[in-house]
């Protein structure tokens, strides 16, 4: 018991000390039951750091890999796990204290311009001998390669995020195919090249991640014969670079699973049945920022189950699991670490636990449902029975690590709907949105109610909810909010279904190259989990582009002009007027919980639990797993 007082005291303490960080426009989707002060038992002393790469480590996740790395079209956490780890030598990295820094392993020089229409170039020379692990030689066309790629008409039309140059001069028409080059993009020799950052993004709260960018080996996503070019107003793909020719050989890219790698791990293989991936050290990465190159031989990443996880820690069967969440995952995992030959590491999530709505078909499709559904849930009893105190509730998309939060918390919670639990409440505002009838169309009196369309068809208040499977937050929405009878009071009806995380994700996204059903509109409300980077951008979360919707950005399809206009003026602060940002933050999170595209349900303290023979492991709220294996070693 002592140990879990401790861990919550060092908790806030720590919360409050983040108040000096800069807050990523990164969010990684997560299965909900997965779930800094390092704790005293997570000690680094022992045996020397190796010289060479020795050992492996187990992570275990309860977030199910799909075997799909690439990004661009869902954004799985685990998944994303993988990419992270096999890419690397940015132009730009970040420090453990959540400041993003010239990565000078990569970088050589770089000069800054300020132009006369207001765009700033970055102008980036890259050390020789850069190879990625197939010994290929990584040069400034490979990262050109990255800005065209991604931002490429071809990912578009095949239904990816092709916005990897969003914030760069001509990338709107770049990716459309309105031109052949991407004017904010040159190649300029052997060893350089340039991006200029569009003036309508500046100035940018978070500017050097606007120029971070990391190579590609286009021939793995095309073939010999796609090559870049630069006549002086852009780079482009030679005119051969067509969906129709390539659409086939990049989904096969896309599937492949030992793509080349440019960052620390390669991987070795993947298990689809076990879902397990192993990865092997890749001799050719020069090294992170600061030069720290991979210590550990191995990593083995395998999919967990969530009640069975903390067993499989105990037997040795993973070495690693990280964002542990609920509180008897915690309270398990703090019993194996009094036990001796374990330690853990506690740090307050930079995200949130939610309900995620559809907001553009349905019930879910009017505010008033959405806030009714708010008002039948207490979140204060949910998050005490999830995390075992180890969390709070929020009001918006933001979690407790967060310094604009920590520093506005006062404010938002007077200004902020706390949606406090109300049967009356909610019957009214269903009532209002006109779910006053029954299903024959007279006035309703009991049952599930009906509001009359404007095409006189009746539409029953039955929410589709989808859930993946073994899923602790599933299973405690199904108690609190699915059978409370309050909500049946109500008039109210929610149907679950459950299902693979992957599968979750293919109707979340409407991703309809994963097949037609998913393409189609079906579920309004999903219960899933975000975290966010130290780079706090939401400018295409809520965004109204319809192109952007279309590729998977706005995944609760809301469209308030006023909100996407609200995440984009947040960003658009110098980035030393701090106390402006959280203006703009207030009011952004202030509509956000009007519309409330999500609920809310916890922002918890992860705990990250571990074997012993993990050393030097110093993850914290604003670094991840993939940044602080870099850094740690084992013993054995």
Avoid at 582 to 606: G, M, T
């Amino acid at each position: 018991m002592t140990k879990k007082i401790l861990a919550v005291l060092l908790i806030f303490v720590m919360v409050f000390s983040l108040a000096a960080c800069k807050a990523e426009d990164e969010t990684q989707t997560t299965d909900p039951t997965q779930a800094a002060t390092t704790a005293t038992e997570a000690t680094t002393e022992g045996p020397s750091v190796p010289t060479s790469p020795m050992g492996q480590i187990i992570i275990g996740s309860t977030t199910e890999m799909s075997g799909d790395w690439l990004p661009y079209f869902q954004n799985n956490a685990a998944d994303y796990d993988i990419w992270k780890f096999t890419n690397g030598q940015g132009t730009v990295d970040m420090t453990f204290g959540g400041e993003y820094v010239v990565n000078e392993t990569t970088v050589k020089s770089y000069e800054v311009a300020d132009n006369a229409d207001g765009s700033k170039t970055y102008t980036w020379v890259i050390n020789d001998g850069l190879v990625f692990d197939d010994g290929t030689p990584i040069t400034a066309k490979e990262f050109v390669a990255s800005a065209l790629l991604w931002s490429s008409p071809v990912l578009g039309e095949m239904g990816a995020k092709n916005d990897y140059g969003f914030n760069w001069l001509g990338w709107s028409a770049f990716s459309k195919g309105e031109v052949k080059e991407f004017a904010g993009v040159k190649l300029i020799d052997a060893n350089t090249f340039s991006l200029t950052v569009d003036p309508a993004k500046l100035p940018y709260f978070y500017e050097l991640p606007l120029v971070s960018i990391s190579p590609v080996k286009l021939s793995y996503w095309t073939d010999e014969t796609v090559d870049i070019m630069d006549d002086g107003n852009g780079a482009y793909f030679t005119e051969n670079f067509t969906t129709a020719d390539y659409e086939e050989k990049i989904m096969a890219a896309r599937n492949g699973i030992t793509m080349p790698s440019s960052g620390p791990y390669s991987v070795e293989s993947y298990d689809e049945a076990a879902k397990v991936a192993v990865l092997k050290v890749n001799p050719n990465y020069p090294g992170a920022w600061d030069g720290q190159k991979p210590m550990i031989e191995t990593i083995i990443y395998k999919k967990v189950l969530a009640e069975t996880a903390l067993d499989e820690l105990a037997t040795g069967s993973v070495d690693l699991l990280s964002k542990m969440a609920s509180g008897d995952e915690i309270n398990a995992g703090l019993d194996l670490v009094d036990a001796g030959g374990f330690a853990f590491t506690a740090y307050a999530r930079a995200g949130y636990g939610k309900l995620v709505f559809a907001c553009d078909f349905g019930p879910t499709g009017d505010v008033e449902v959405r806030q009714a559904i708010a008002h039948l849930l207490d979140r204060n009893d949910f998050a005490k029975a999830f995390t075992g105190g180890f969390g709070s509730v929020v009001n918006g998309p933001y979690g407790e690590a967060m310094w604009f939060y920590q520093e506005t918390k006062a404010q938002l919670n007077e200004k902020l709907n706390q949606y406090a639990y109300s049967l009356e409440t909610a019957v009214e505002l269903l009532v209002s949105a006109g779910y006053i009838y029954d299903a024959t169309g007279a006035d309703y009196t009991t049952g599930v109610r009906y509001k009359k369309l404007e095409d006189g068809t009746l539409m029953p208040l039955e929410i589709e909810w989808a859930s993946s499977e073994a899923n602790a937050v599933s299973d405690l929405l199904v108690v609190k909010l699915q059978e409370n009878p309050d909500v049946a009071a109500a008039g109210i009806k929610i149907n679950q279904t459950v299902m693979t995380f992957p599968e979750l994700l293919n109707y979340l996204y409407r991703d309809g190259s994963q097949g037609d059903k998913y393409g189609v509109p079906t579920y309004g409300m999903f219960n899933l989990a975000t975290n966010y980077t130290p780079r706090y951008d939401l400018t295409n979360v809520f965004t109204t582009d319809p192109e952007l919707i279309k590729q998977g950005y706005n995944v609760n399809f809301l469209i308030d002009q006023q909100l996407d206009d609200l995440s984009k003026d947040m960003v658009l602060t110098d980035a030393t007027d701090r106390d402006g940002f959280k203006v703009k933050f207030v009011d952004f999170v202030d509509r956000w919980n009007e519309l409330l595209p999500d609920l809310p349900l916890y922002s918890n303290i992860y705990h990250d639990f571990y074997n012993a023979k993990l050393q030097n492991y110093n993850i914290n709220s604003l670094v991840d797993t993939t940044q602080s294996i870099l850094y740690a070693h084992v013993t054995e």
